[in-house]
C-alpha cells in the first residue's frame, strides 16, 4: 500500500510593511488584587492601538503568575517562542509597562528576551505611560 502524504497548506509570510501596523499585546497580572488587572491592562493597550494606528491581532496572556521568572509563564514564553520562530503576523508587541514584561531579577534577562524581539524586527512598545515609550 502506497504512503500517503496530507497536503498542508502554508499561510505566506506577511511583508514587513503588513507586519508594522499589526500587534500583539502582552497582559500579565500576579495576583487578582492588583491595580491593573488584565482587563485595565487590555483597556490601555487598544487606546494605544488605536493611537497609534495598529491593529491587535493576538494576545498572549499570564494570569496568576509572577514577573520574577519565565518558567510558569505560559504566554510570554509562547510569545517568544513564535517571534523566534519567523512564523508571526505582527511587527510590534504591546505590554502595559515594564513590570508587566516582568520583574525578572537579573535585569540583562529582561534585556534578552527584547533583544530576541528586536532581532526579530519586532517592536516591544510600553504603552501604560503618557504617550507609551518604545524599546
Given at each position: 500500500?502506497?504512503?500517503?502524504?496530507?497536503?498542508?497548506?502554508?499561510?505566506?509570510?506577511?511583508?514587513?510593511?503588513?507586519?508594522?501596523?499589526?500587534?500583539?499585546?502582552?497582559?500579565?497580572?500576579?495576583?487578582?488584587?492588583?491595580?491593573?488587572?488584565?482587563?485595565?491592562?487590555?483597556?490601555?493597550?487598544?487606546?494605544?492601538?488605536?493611537?497609534?494606528?495598529?491593529?491587535?491581532?493576538?494576545?498572549?496572556?499570564?494570569?496568576?503568575?509572577?514577573?520574577?521568572?519565565?518558567?510558569?509563564?505560559?504566554?510570554?514564553?509562547?510569545?517568544?517562542?513564535?517571534?523566534?520562530?519567523?512564523?508571526?503576523?505582527?511587527?510590534?508587541?504591546?505590554?502595559?509597562?515594564?513590570?508587566?514584561?516582568g520583574r525578572f531579577q537579573d535585569v540583562d534577562e529582561s534585556a534578552h528576551y527584547e533583544f530576541i524581539c528586536k532581532k526579530a524586527g519586532v517592536k516591544v512598545n510600553r504603552s501604560g505611560f503618557a504617550g507609551g515609550s518604545n524599546s
Amino acid at each position: 500500500m502506497p504512503e500517503q502524504r496530507a497536503l498542508v497548506a502554508r499561510r505566506e509570510s506577511l511583508p514587513q510593511s503588513q507586519k508594522a501596523q499589526r500587534a500583539a499585546q502582552y497582559v500579565r497580572m500576579s495576583t487578582d488584587y492588583q491595580k491593573y488587572s488584565i482587563e485595565n491592562q487590555a483597556v490601555v493597550i487598544a487606546a494605544y492601538a488605536q493611537l497609534h494606528g495598529l491593529s491587535i491581532v493576538r494576545t498572549y496572556r499570564d494570569e496568576g503568575e509572577s514577573g520574577l521568572l519565565i518558567k510558569n509563564r505560559i504566554g510570554l514564553t509562547q510569545l517568544i517562542a513564535d517571534v523566534s520562530s519567523d512564523q508571526i503576523d505582527f511587527g510590534n508587541i504591546l505590554v502595559f509597562d515594564v513590570s508587566r514584561w516582568g520583574r525578572f531579577q537579573d535585569v540583562d534577562e529582561s534585556a534578552h528576551y527584547e533583544f530576541i524581539c528586536k532581532k526579530a524586527g519586532v517592536k516591544v512598545n510600553r504603552s501604560g505611560f503618557a504617550g507609551g515609550s518604545n524599546s
